[in-house]
């Protein structure tokens, strides 16, 4: 059973980066698609970008050019650099596995175990 622990939210002000992590236990996450999802108050929850694999990644539209994820396979953990961070990133993050090896058009019923999420707030 995979357990995520997500770290390294807070609050920014707007054009300010942040680190999130997602350690993963019980399974090694290396083989499996991995994706950062954010939700803000009263809106869907919002798969932001995934890697497979292969290290191939997919980006929603809003966060390409400032966002990147990445693995360490090592250690087990997944990554999250938000640069250039606006108001509108202002969410919970959750970092999510799926049992598959590519990530492309899953759904977020495909993602299950999620971690518990960390809160990232941007200031204007």
């Known amino acids: 059973q995979i357990q995520l622990a997500e770290s390294g939210g807070g609050s920014v002000q707007a054009g300010g980066s942040l680190r999130l992590s997602c350690a993963a236990s019980g399974y090694s996450t290396s083989r499996i698609c991995m994706a950062w999802f954010r939700q803000a108050p009263g809106k869907e929850r919002e798969r932001v970008a995934s890697?497979?694999?292969?290290?191939?990644?997919i980006y929603v539209d809003s966060v390409k050019g400032r966002f990147t994820i990445s693995r360490d396979n090592a250690k087990n953990t997944l990554y999250l650099q938000m640069n250039s961070l606006k108001p509108e990133d202002t969410a919970m993050y959750y970092c999510?596995?799926?049992?598959?090896?590519?990530?492309?058009?899953?759904?977020?019923?495909?993602?299950?175990?999620w971690g518990q999420g960390t809160q990232v707030t941007v200031s204007s």
């Open positions: 890697i497979d694999r292969d290290a191939g990644t």
């Open positions: 999510a596995a799926a049992p598959v090896g590519y990530c492309y058009n899953l759904q977020v019923s495909a993602f299950a175990p």
